[in-house]
């Protein structure tokens, strides 16, 4: 009976042993894109009650990086360090990690708030003993050249397709159903709301001053945030609304991703391994739009899209999250299991990957 037992536990040791084994995989890679952390309102309606004491509540001014933004992307860049802990060095190596970020204040300080917390220095690596950071490279491009994050650069093509979705009777239904709403805001702030844009603007002034602790007009529960967070999640929604749009905003993005993971599978010992990206709101929105993952909700400050490039068995594939304020969410590619093969995914985004050229040619064939 105890010789059967033994036979019994080793048998079972070794299916565990090659079970595991058969399951474990390798990271290879890893792209983030973040949204930048807290910041003041973007502009203030005309009667907005904090905007003559805006400068005690944001010194730094209007749509800059407040405090809690900087200990908000700080806490990102430790958590990073966390989650990757046996990937990341021990210390900054500017061969395993590149950081590219819009040309915004408050995507540039995010960046460099991230990196204190994910690379503070060590060893030979302390400059300075009374400050535990050190400086780290962060790439950007103007933001009216910029196609990859701001999304800033000109693109006839893109805005003619645009405009003839909003003369469609759809759009014209949904703007006269909001009709009401615009008309009351408009008696309250003593200005007239004629775009969508202007809406998203009030909407934003109002959440900021929310998220800082101050009330906010009565008159506001009519609408805010019930009416307006539709409206904000059409805003993220219309410029990667069809595949031809997808393809002239997200496009570039994700082919910049997919290339960068292809010179990892290339040049293993010659690539760098850690793509961050420092964005907006809509930079997230817009790249989950384009991959049918949007959910209809506002990217929230130092929220995460993660991009895991792994390998088991020498077969590479793809794992995504989205990390916010309640917690690390698991994202799965329509027609597609979570793990996602590199050769499938690349199939499924093939029509949405567009190289810098190509998209120049694209968007002036109005």
């Known amino acids: 009976m105890l010789k059967v037992n033994i036979i019994g536990n080793l048998f079972l040791l070794f299916f565990l042993f090659n079970c595991a084994k058969c399951e474990s995989s390798k990271l290879l890679s890893v792209a983030t894109l ?4 807290s910041r003041g309102p973007m502009k203030f309606y005309k009667n907005d009650p904090y905007q003559k004491v805006a400068d005690e509540i944001w010194p730094n001014g209007l749509s800059e990086l407040t405090i809690i ?4 992307q700080f806490e990102l860049g430790k958590w990073y360090r966390e989650r990757y802990k ?15 970020s819009s040309d915004s204040d408050r995507c540039l300080m995010s960046a460099a708030s991230n990196l204190a917390g994910m690379f503070p220095p060590k060893g030979n690596q302390i400059w300075n003993k009374d400050i535990p950071w050190q400086p780290i490279p962060i790439h950007t491009t103007p933001m009216n050249q910029d196609a990859l994050i701001y999304l800033g650069k000109p693109c006839p093509k ?14 014209k239904q949904f703007v006269q159903y909001l009709q009401p709403t615009i008309n009351y805001i408009e008696k309250h702030i003593k200005e007239k709301c004629n775009t969508i844009e202007e809406l998203i603007f009030i909407h934003d002034a109002l959440f900021v001053e929310s998220f800082y602790g101050l009330e906010l007009p009565r008159w506001t529960e009519t609408f805010y945030p019930n009416y307006t967070m539709p409206l904000l999640a059409l805003f993220f929604k219309l410029p990667a609304y069809t595949p031809q749009l997808a393809r002239l905003n997200a496009g570039p993005l994700i082919d910049y991703i997919t290339t960068f993971f292809e010179e990892v599978l ?5 690539s760098q391994k850690f793509l961050m990206l420092s964005g907006h709101d809509n930079t997230i929105a817009n790249l989950l739009t384009s991959l049918g993952l949007y959910d209809n909700t506002w990217p929230e400050y130092a929220s995460s899209l993660n991009i895991e490039f792994k390998s088991r068995e020498n077969q590479p594939f793809i794992n995504m ?4 304020s309640t917690g ?7 027609n597609c299991s979570f793990n996602c093969s590199f050769g499938r995914f690349k199939k499924l985004t093939e ?13 002036t064939n109005v």
């Open 69 to 72: 933004g900087k200990n908000q």
């Open 321 to 324: 999250y989205f990390k916010n």
């Open 158 to 171: 893109h805005d003619k397709i645009v405009q003839e979705l909003k003369n469609q009777e759809e759009y």
């Open 351 to 363: 029509h949405l990957r567009i190289n810098p050229d190509l998209w120049d040619k694209e968007c």
């Open 266 to 270: 290339e040049k293993p010992n010659n």
């Open 86 to 100: 046996s990937f990341i060095p021990d210390k900054y190596d500017r061969n395993f990690i590149r950081v590219l």
């Open 34 to 37: 973040y949204r930048h952390g």
């Open 328 to 334: 690390i969410h698991k994202l799965t590619l329509n």
